[in-house]
């Protein structure tokens, strides 16, 4: 079975504290996998797609990496605006995303 | 920037009444999606929609969920007779290209509460 996982479920960090947030999946397949940020009550925002193993995205103090069983989120020098809920999927064909259920971040000054 | 904007962003409906969410994609994208989010849940899909047709739809969304593009810029989610269980966030999202090869977009969704 298709299956996202992701932990932590909940991770407070103080400001400046690097860490890393872990997702693992299980698909045949893999077509590329996703990170979203999601605030409370809002939409997810895309951050990154990785598509291959090894492959490497940053942005401000976030990068994603991707190995063939998982994916992690670094955040580097976290600020208390990193503080969200990250979620990561996986597109399975036609057309679908299968996510996980997040690891809520919160960032204390 | 463009975005995908829903209406309304919180419903309240009562039990057997029909909702409609809509939603407006971003104008140049060829592939819409529904999801939804139970509190404190995952965000589970319900269907996508591609050439005026649906491409593929979950365990979910069963005979009381139908999806509409009535006309070029609208896209429609209809749940014909409520649930109480039917309470959830239900986010609308669009993307240029097959969702494997594109990043997909996603509004800020409609708070849907069945009572």
């Known amino acids: 079975e298709d299956q996202v996982t992701q932990s932590p479920e909940a991770l407070r960090l103080q400001e400046g504290e690097s860490s890393s947030l872990n997702c693992s999946y299980t698909v045949s397949g893999l077509r590329g996998l996703f990170w979203y940020r999601q605030d409370p009550g809002k939409g997810p925002e895309f951050l990154f797609t990785?598509?291959?193993a090894g492959e490497e995205k940053e942005k401000e103090r976030l990068k994603a990496t991707l190995t063939k069983k998982e994916s992690f989120l670094h955040i580097t020098a976290p600020k208390p605006e990193d503080s969200a809920t990250y979620l990561c999927?996986?597109?399975?064909?036609?057309?679908?995303?299968?996510f996980g259920q997040g690891t809520t971040l919160q960032v204390k000054p | 920037e463009p975005e995908v904007t829903q209406t309304p962003s919180h419903q309240v409906t009562q039990m057997g009444q029909e909702v409609i969410l809509r939603c407006v994609p971003i104008s140049n994208h060829l592939y819409f999606y529904w999801y939804r989010q139970i509190l404190g849940q995952k965000v589970e899909f319900l269907v996508s929609?591609?050439?005026?047709?649906?491409?593929?739809k979950s365990e979910i969304f069963d005979d009381q969920f139908s999806v509409e593009r009535p006309d070029g810029s609208n896209f429609t989610l209809k749940i014909r007779s409520t649930k109480l269980e039917d309470s959830a966030m239900y986010f609308c999202?669009?993307?240029?290209?097959?969702?494997?090869?594109?990043?997909?977009?996603f509004g800020q969704g409609t708070r849907l509460t069945v009572v």
């Open positions: 929609f591609y050439n005026n047709e649906i491409s593929e």
């Open positions: 999927a996986v597109p399975l064909p036609p057309g679908k995303l299968i």
């Open positions: 999202a669009s993307s240029g290209e097959a969702q494997e090869d594109a990043e997909a977009f």
């Open positions: 990785l598509y291959s």
